[in-house]
């Protein structure tokens, strides 16, 4: 059983050397999509793509190491503990599930240790059809000088206009505003875009490749919550295959052995998904 912390990384340079060296120790090929500009410590950037499991599965589970770029330390840590771990290997095989790792869907956010892309887009807000007219927050719009008010940092002013925005309309509402996502304002927060980003394109085109034979495709999202993100493999796995929790012990046993202090996971070998 490997170090679970000798997976994690601090920086996206160690993190790519790690899950490459990991890839390539259990015999596992990378495809690498290099990205156009460079990372925060002048090292190469990339959407590295590593296939686990049959060419023409029909059922694929895609683990991605986060879609925000910050994100990406956790989500590393887990594929690589992952690759490096002789019973998830087993389960894979055992499962008939083919496993796509993608390491660094937002590679320059990853290196540059920010949420955002290159282009300040958040990325799960940039899937839209860009030949068609984007989706309008104005809710957005009222509160944009309050969120990036001219000067920096805020002013009393600008904290007492802030306040009493909230006090008269509700801290749920502002939250709304910007949670939301918005496309008319390049530095603003949570920008979706106005055309589609290099890391869009890229996993797009990773998509087709991967995915081409697949009936059923499943794709957790890997969050700082790394006993979560593993309770959610082993489930979507299952859903993939279209086939109870029962039927992926080997999944179940490897968590129960990983953590065993999160009992309630234990229970999953006997709970349909």
Known sequence: ?????????????????????????????VESHVHP?????GEELAMDVVREGPVNAK??????????GVEG???????????????????????????????ALNPHGFSH??????????LNRNF?????????????????????????????????ATMDYIAKNGMPKLQAAVSQGQHHHPEGLFFGGQAATWSNQ??????????????????PSCKPLCPKVSTTILKVCS???????????????????KWPQHKKWHGLTCTQA
């Open 37 to 41: 500009e460079k990372g925060r410590d």
């Open 128 to 160: 839209h059809d860009f030949s068609k007219p984007l989706p309008d927050n104005t809710a957005y719009k009222e509160v944009q000088h309050l969120l990036l008010p001219d000067q920096w940092p805020p002013n009393e002013a600008n904290q007492q």
């Open 73 to 103: 330390y956790c989500g590393s840590g887990v594929q690589i503990d992952a690759l490096q771990n002789s019973e998830w290997h087993k389960a894979v095989a055992q499962s008939g599930v083919a496993v796509v790792y993608v390491h």
């Open 202 to 219: 890229t996993i797009r085109k990773v998509l087709k490749q991967q995915a081409a034979s697949a009936q059923k495709m499943a794709c």
């Open 1 to 29: 059983m490997t170090n679970i912390h000798s997976a994690f990384s601090k920086s996206y340079a160690e993190a790519r050397q790690k899950f490459l060296g990991a890839a390539q120790a259990v015999g596992l090929q």
């Open 59 to 68: 059922q694929v589970l895609l683990i991605s190491s986060a879609c925000h």
């Open 113 to 122: 240790v920010r949420r955002v892309t290159q282009e300040n887009v958040d």
């Open 239 to 257: 859903l993939a295959a279209k086939r109870p929790l029962g039927a992926t012990k080997p999944f179940a046993k490897y968590l129960k052995n």
